[in-house]
């Protein structure tokens, strides 16, 4: 009877950690704070600032809401081994429609509608500051997708005056705050700058 009590008591701690919350956002903020503060002073010497799974997912539910894209709500992200991501948002497709024109029978978005929950496996890999997301898979509500619908959901969201064709997932990219690279491995990311 005392094995079963704590083995159920490293289950319910290990599931309470695995729990988004407002102190691991408010760590993740500070941590946010710092790299940025990092990118715009010199240094005589490398920094590294560790991020956990937990705390960006906590900061993404309860900091990150209002610099959400309208439309894209319960983000979340998982890091894994060997530079592995896997991303997950709820995506409002009936937006994206309303301002494009239809594609026909042929046109996913025809045949998908509302609130849904997109998904995205892929690797990062970062070096001298610079990065590339190398898409793996990519699914609807559990239906996968071509790489080209996602691109459009991408496009449509992450449109702004400077970028008016949004970003592109093929595209390598700047990291922004001199970092130079991105360590990730199981639950957790090092930056470095």
């Given at each position: 009877m005392k094995s079963v009590a704590v083995v159920l008591a490293a289950v319910l701690l290990m599931g309470a950690s695995v729990n988004p919350t407002r102190a691991q956002a408010d760590a993740f903020q500070k941590k946010l704070a710092r790299i940025v503060q990092l990118g715009e002073v010199k240094?005589?010497?490398a920094e590294q600032t560790p991020i956990s799974e937990l705390e960006l997912n906590s900061y993404l539910r309860f900091s990150a809401g209002d610099r959400l894209?309208?439309?894209v709500t319960?983000?979340?992200?998982?890091?894994q081994n060997q530079g592995r991501l896997s991303g997950r948002a709820v995506v409002d497709l009936d937006v994206i429609r309303k301002k494009r024109s239809s594609g026909g029978w042929f046109d996913p978005l025809s045949y998908l509608t509302g609130q849904l929950p997109l998904t995205a496996?892929?690797?990062l890999t970062t070096d001298a500051g610079r990065g590339k997301f190398a898409l793996e898979t990519a699914a609807v509500s559990g239906i996968p997708i071509p790489k080209s619908f996602l691109q459009e959901i991408v496009s449509y969201y992450t449109r702004t005056p400077d970028f008016p064709q949004g970003i592109n997932i093929d595209d390598p990219f700047d990291l922004p705050a001199e970092i130079q690279r991105i360590d990730v491995t199981q639950g957790r990311?090092?930056?470095?700058q």
């Open positions: 240094r005589d010497r894209p309208i439309g319960e983000p979340s992200i998982g890091i496996v892929g690797v990311a090092v930056i470095h």
